[in-house]
């Protein structure tokens, strides 16, 4: 049986170390090199990503885009529209997938057509208590929005789909214009169009996010900003007022990292938790401030 040919959509932004990482990581599929391409999108790095690129152009069916400085919504529909693949796998350039990635989403990809599949993120830096615990927030996320009652969420980092499906949902909204939530807001209007969200734990990547105290809030308080827009956004499709989790949902989040055994210093990150909470409610307000004062 032919393999169905899958279009790599990576979305970079001024991170060429961690550019060539993904890109050797891509080199070491035990996919057929005809049957995949790599899509790379440019979003307007003050130093152009050309060279890091070309090197592996030899090994890799391999596509660089350039594109003005528009955000990772708009850099992911800039290479989408560029693929010539029937299936789009989307996946960040501080990521490197395993061997077997694009073997694990054809498979679940031929099973269920119309399913948008989520594969698993692994912490590569577990050393780092901060992108430890920036990795363990969304493990519970996944495991929270997992019940069958609630709507399903998959990070953007580790996604595949038909392109033609994605075409049809719109892609993704390029109102968003940072990293933060663009992601839950395609999920969420691919369910509202009746199509299949499908988990899948073997489909992994290593994600390379180096954090400090101080990137650790600012990606936080980002997300926060992301959650207004992703909300306004929801409750302006669906006529309907914001909606906030429950507060169980914040009490269980901040117990989460003492049920983990491969989490290290799980009571520190449990602090950190509760500090990326603050920072989340603080982007959260600062934003909906942001759009009273320009409305």
Not at 110 to 116: D, F, K, L, R, V
Not at 146 to 168: G, H, Q, R, T
């Amino acid at each position: 049986m032919l393999l169905p040919f899958f279009s790599i959509v990576v979305p970079t932004y001024n991170r060429p170390a961690r550019l060539g990482a993904c890109l050797s990581a891509f080199s070491r599929l035990d996919y057929p090199r005809d049957r995949f391409e790599v899509v790379v999108v440019d979003d307007g790095s003050p130093t152009p990503m050309d060279s890091v690129v070309e090197p592996f152009c030899s090994q890799l069916n391999v596509t660089l885009l350039h594109q003005q400085n528009a955000g990772p919504a708009a850099a992911r529909n800039t290479g989408a529209l560029k693929a010539t693949g029937e299936l789009i796998a989307f996946t960040d350039d501080d990521c490197m997938v395993s061997p077997d990635w694009l073997s694990g989403l054809a498979a679940h990809l031929i099973e269920s057509p119309n399913a948008m599949v989520g594969g698993r993120s692994l912490n590569a830096l577990p050393n780092n208590l901060y992108s430890t615990a920036s990795q363990a927030l969304i493990d519970y996320l996944y495991s929270y929005y997992s019940d069958p009652k609630k709507e399903m969420f998959f990070a953007s980092n580790n996604i595949a789909m038909a392109k033609s499906n994605y075409l049809a949902v719109g892609g993704f909204d390029t109102s968003f214009p940072l990293a933060a939530a663009e992601d839950r807001e395609l999920c969420d209007r691919w369910q509202q169009k009746g199509l299949l969200m499908k988990y899948a734990s073997d489909v992994t990547i290593r994600h390379a996010h180096h954090l400090s105290l101080e990137s650790f809030w600012r990606q936080h308080f980002g997300y926060g900003r992301g959650a207004f827009c992703f909300h306004q956004v929801r409750a302006q499709r669906n006529s309907q007022p914001i909606r906030i989790e429950p507060l169980k949902f914040y009490k269980d989040l901040l117990a989460y990292p003492l049920s983990r055994e491969d989490v290290k210093s799980p009571w520190f990150v449990s602090v950190l938790f509760f500090l990326s909470q603050i920072a989340t409610t603080s982007g959260f307000f600062w934003e909906r401030s942001t759009h009273k004062n320009a409305a």
